[in-house]
């Protein structure tokens, strides 16, 4: 079963990975298991020149796991330098979350949090030339008017409460 989802978006260096450890933890304190997915639109390495996993994809392998009491890790080839839908990813990897958040993804039709810092951008990415219908809230270090619920940006714990009432309970 596919666990709800929300999406925090916002300007590179804007504060997004900030408040996603922000909401993780809280989420995770309120007891929720809490899946995290980041989107890089750049080519990102994970596996690193001469250690073991990297050997093993370098040689061939479509799939490469690493894993340990503590953690796992996956390394999968792409045939065709074609990423996996939103979905085909959620549905694969998160069926044993209750709530997943994602940072990016400012184009999906998920539900978002958009982080806006004054000094980093005038304009909201979801009401500014474009109007998304899914942005759910703003976590803004500055007042704004707008049509849906403004979080202080180091609120974490007031917009854990939106997220549990609209997606947990």
């Known amino acids: 079963m596919r666990p709800p989802v929300v999406s925090v978006v916002a300007k590179s260096g ?6 996603l450890e922000k909401l993780i933890a809280e989420l995770t304190a309120r007891g929720y298991r809490v899946g995290a997915l980041k989107h890089d639109a ?8 001469g250690k073991d996993s990297w050997r093993l994809t370098k040689a061939g392998a479509a799939t490469t796991v690493v894993t340990s009491p503590q953690k796992s890790a996956m ?15 959620i549905d694969r990897y998160f069926t044993d979350v209750d709530i997943l958040l994602t ?18 951008r005038k ?18 270090d500055e007042p704004l008017d707008l049509d849906v619920p403004l979080f202080d940006i180091n609120d974490a714990a007031g917009l854990c409460d939106l997220i549990e009432e609209r997606f947990l309970r």
């Open 14 to 19: 804007t504060g997004k990975t900030t408040l």
């Open 42 to 49: 750049h080519r990102f390495e994970i596996d690193h020149e």
């Open 75 to 89: 390394v999968r080839i792409h045939t065709e330098d074609v990423e996996p839908t939103l979905e085909e990813t």
């Open 103 to 120: 940072e990016g993804f400012k184009k999906s039709p998920l539900p978002k949090i958009e982080v806006h810092r004054r000094e980093a």
């Open 123 to 140: 304009d909201l990415l979801c009401r500014g030339e474009l109007h998304d219908p899914a942005l759910l809230a703003v976590a803004s």
